[in-house]
């Protein structure tokens, strides 16, 4: 059942207000080695680095104030809620929405990550053992960067501040000088997710960075930006499986996790900002397979998220939260009717406590109900935010 706007608006504020009076600082889900204890015991050496991130992540219960983590700013979770927040003052025309959104973009440039890089960029808080990588605290990377460049492209279309422009274009300048360049061809061009030693080619990074770098020759007209930006999205497009999905990784072997839920949803609300940048339909009939394969296997009928399109449980909010973002879109919204609505009806139902806070985690015999801030209620007062100005587009 379709929930009302009015609801869905008092539970983005509500959402907003929790995570305010948690300073926008958190637990989130690859913070372990933050905890001294874990570090002593498990931190020098890669394999034990993975299993105890491994381990404190998957664990039903949230151990980490028990290990003495603490809580810390993530900055991608921050630009979420900027965008959240400008998107909330373009639909109520508010102005506090605005001025907190402007000082959350404050907060993200003093937490731009140290050292001899060619421009501006930001990482997580934390130190990441993956599978393919140990990234030390504040390593920055191709995502996070990537997000918070969204959030000060946004802040530029409200403001006009050409303080915001200008640090995109310094990132850029880490997107083409400082990442490792996996793959270049005449036509296409893969960069790495750190400027580390890494093999691994993930799909939704070199994407992400085309639709930064789309935008912003739209703002500058550099066209160098806009031939850095096809070859990027290229590389992605041309990965497109023949159902019209993609794989988290290329080759698809190179990491257990296959075609995933919200990766599919970052590499399709990626390409529809590269065509729009490029002010180009190059990719329009890709990005119509790619969605129709997004509704279909990686949604289940009440709206609750599959993990993978071969995997079900767990559900997690934070492909609720993509999948709301995605279906709001003014095309999927006629292509796909009601799926948007029916993944937030699922949301608020299943997976929200009225104090303020989403759930992390639905699986097949409990929900993990606590609260990793970035993770859920940042992903989520984004969606919200942007379904509920796409409503107020819809009326006007």
Known sequence: MPIDAAVIRQTLDRTLAWSREQDYREYTKHDALNSPLVWAIFGHH???????????????????????????????????????????????????????????????????SPGDWRGACWGYQYAWQDLG???????????????????????????????????????????????????ETAAEWCLAYMPLAMQMRVLDVSILIAAVLAQLQAINGD????????????????????????????????????????????????????????????????????????????????????????QDYPHDIHGAAQGILTFSQPHHLQLHPGLAARVIAWALTRM???????????????????????????WMCRALAFYLLQGRHEKS
């Open 133 to 183: 990588f140990f990234a030390p605290k504040a390593t920055p990377n191709a995502v996070v960067t990537a997000f918070v460049c969204e959030a000060f492209l946004r802040g530029y279309r409200v403001s006009g501040q050409p303080e915001y422009r200008r640090i995109v274009e310094s990132a850029s300048k880490f997107f083409l000088n400082d990442l490792t360049v996996l793959k």
């Open 223 to 310: 066209e160098r930006l806009a031939e850095h930006a096809r070859k990027l999205t290229r590389y992605v497009v041309n990965r497109q499986t023949d159902e019209g999905a993609w794989f988290y990784t290329d080759p698809p072997d190179a990491s257990p996790v296959k075609i995933d839920n919200y990766h599919t949803g970052f590499i399709l609300d990626a390409l529809d900002r590269v065509m729009t940048g490029l002010n180009s339909d190059e990719w329009r009939e890709n990005h119509r397979r790619g969605a129709a394969f997004y509704a279909a296997h990686l949604f289940n009928a009440e709206g609750s998220p599959r993990w993978m399109s071969h």
């Open 352 to 378: 929200y406590d009225r104090e303020g806070r989403f759930y992390y985690q639905q699986t097949r015999f409990y929900t993990k109900k606590f609260t990793f801030l970035r993770w859920c209620n940042a």
């Open 46 to 112: 890669r394999l034990t680095r993975i299993l105890a991130t491994q381990a404190v992540m998957r664990f039903p219960l949230n151990v980490r104030p028990l290990l003495g983590v603490t809580r810390s700013e993530n900055p991608k979770g921050l630009a979420l809620f900027a965008m959240a927040l400008f998107d909330s003052y373009e639909a109520f025309g508010e102005e506090h929405y605005r001025i907190e959104a402007e000082h959350l973009l404050e907060r993200l440039l003093m937490l731009r």
